[in-house]
């Protein structure tokens, strides 16, 4: 069987992560989102430990290595209160077509 639906998918998350990159390149190697203008994007990730979760993105930031960390805070709604602790989120685990909600949130910077 030819999963070409899944190599399409594959191909569309890369290039959300590399749109990604360079936005967070054009700010220095690192944006933080406002949480208090609400400004933080939430996306959908697949959390290993937890199942699928929305999860408010903090920060994202950029290494030298071109490796990006991505802080994040699931959402839960028990004891801990809305927003669980900040903790590093794999790329992996955002949902397909969610990284560029993470772009999106990041505005242009005029470089002239």
């Known amino acids: 069987m030819n999963k070409t639906i899944y190599a399409a998918y594959e191909e569309l998350k890369r290039q959300e ?4 990159k360079n936005a967070v390149r054009i700010h220095g190697g690192e944006y933080v989102f406002n949480i208090d203008e609400g400004e933080a994007p939430s996306v959908l990730c697949n959390l290993k430990y937890g199942g699928p979760a929305d999860v408010r993105i ?9 490796h990006l960390t991505i802080i994040g805070q699931p959402y839960c709604d028990g004891p801990a209160g809305w927003w669980e602790d900040e903790q590093e989120i794999p790329l992996d685990d955002i949902a397909y077509s969610h990284v560029s909600l993470i772009t999106d949130c990041i505005p242009d910077r005029d470089l002239s």
């Open 17 to 20: 992560i590399k749109e990604l």
């Open 58 to 66: 903090l920060s994202v930031s950029l290494d030298g290595n071109d």
